[in-house]
């Protein structure tokens, strides 16, 4: 399986089905909104985020996230948590993620800086720095909320991300 495949295996499902949540109608991960922007980027009408395909949603979320995120120019675990935190906080924060876990300055883009930090990263030890950023992030947001389902289900999907890139 390539890399893409890999990431998107875990990526979908963890993000399950249809809901509607604090982001709206959500379905495979996908906002109407989301949906609604890749179907005019392919020259499609709209149409209800409950009618999109897995091979729609594989699509956008190589155009959308795995392309923009540089995920491609990364070692395998390393794309693995980055294409997920940029399919799921977007891709400025998944960024910020990868620089804070490689110790390069934090602004929210990839460039040469952060590029060369991941092509001499130790691709176990990136991971894992970057499963801790990403789940102190994910704390921070929930911050002044009592332990909701949301943040164990944060939790929960760091723990099995990590469990899942330690069998790659």
């Known amino acids: 399986m390539n890399p893409f495949s890999l990431a998107l295996k875990f990526t979908r499902w963890a993000e399950g089905g249809y809901t509607v949540d604090d982001g709206g109608a959500t379905n495979l991960g996908v906002t109407q909104a989301t949906y609604d922007e890749y179907r005019e980027a392919i020259g499609a009408p709209t149409q209800s985020v409950t009618l999109i395909t897995m091979q729609e949603e594989a699509h956008l979320a190589f155009l959308f996230y795995w392309e923009p995120a540089h995920c491609g120019d990364m070692p395998l675990r390393l794309s693995v948590c980055h294409f997920d935190a940029a399919f799921n906080s977007g891709e400025k924060n998944a960024t910020r993620f990868l620089q804070s876990a490689l ?27 970057y499963l801790s950023v990403r789940l102190q992030f ?31």
């Open 138 to 168: 994910l704390q921070r947001i929930c911050t002044g909320e009592p332990p909701t389902k949301r943040l164990n289900g944060y939790r929960n999907r760091i723990a099995y991300l990590k469990t899942y890139i330690q069998g790659l």
């Open 103 to 129: 110790g390069v300055a934090v602004d929210g883009d990839y460039g040469p800086i952060t590029a060369a930090a991941v092509h001499s990263a130790n691709d176990q030890l990136a991971s894992a720095a």
